[in-house]
């Protein structure tokens, strides 16, 4: 079946700008998972949540970014007033059910430049 | 506390090679230790994970050495291919999320 997927996939926007990053995860998928990825650093946790319901956003860096997942299926990561230290991978993953010895399924991310 | 250490950064083995990726924990509420393969432009793909009641876990070519009472966990690879030549993060996860640690980028020389 479909992976995790991400759109878009590029985006490059101008600081100050507001952005919408869109994950779909794997069908039935129960829990959804953000992180950011700087070039040659392992991804950073960003937010997760169980169905609907935001579980963690311990890892959010400030206010300017938010997560939303209002029906439990896609999620949209969105950052505000967007400044060049924004810039870098984004990636959702996606996990089958609430048990915590499963895998996470990773997307192929979304590169954004922050010009 | 929540931070996963990771050596070496870099590493290369000619074909054949068992090349040992390294991590090392602090926080004891952890309670899964995966690891995960990165192709360039791809996502991170798990490959191999254990729980902290096991000591050893073998799939394939691929072994996973955990020490709880020294808090580190360890990747080998035997008898590597250039295939496997990628970049390799081992993570722990606390309450479902995964803290990784900075990755090993792989070179195995055919």
């Known amino acids: 079946g479909a992976g995790v997927s991400q759109s878009p996939r590029y985006k490059v926007t101008k600081r100050g700008q507001d952005v919408a990053l869109r994950c779909d995860p794997i069908?039935?998928?129960?829990?959804l998972y953000w992180y950011r990825q700087a070039l040659g650093q392992g991804p950073e946790f960003l937010t997760y949540f169980n169905y609907e319901a935001q579980q963690d956003k311990s890892g959010l860096p400030n206010d300017r970014f938010s997560a939303e997942r209002p029906e439990g299926s896609i999620s949209t990561l969105t950052i505000q007033r967007t400044e060049q230290r924004d810039s870098a991978m984004y990636r959702c993953a996606s996990k089958r059910d609430l048990g915590i010895y499963n895998e996470q399924f990773f997307g192929p991310g979304t590169r954004l430049t922050v010009l | 506390q929540q931070q996963v250490k990771q050596s070496p950064q870099s590493l290369i083995v000619q074909k054949g090679g068992i090349p040992i990726i390294n991590c090392a924990y602090e926080n004891t509420a952890f309670d899964y230790f995966p690891w995960y393969q990165q192709f360039p432009g791809k996502g991170p793909a798990l490959l191999i994970a254990?729980?902290?009641?096991?000591s050893e876990k073998k799939e394939g070519r691929f072994t996973i050495s955990f020490n709880k009472s020294a808090k580190q966990f360890s990747l080998h690879i035997m008898d590597s291919q250039p295939g496997d030549s990628a970049t390799y993060f081992c993570?722990?996860?606390?309450?479902?999320?995964?803290?990784f640690g900075q990755g090993t980028e792989l070179s195995v020389k055919p």
């Open positions: 254990i729980r902290p009641d096991v």
């Open positions: 069908s039935g998928h129960v829990s």
């Open positions: 993570a722990a996860s606390s309450r479902g999320k995964l803290i």
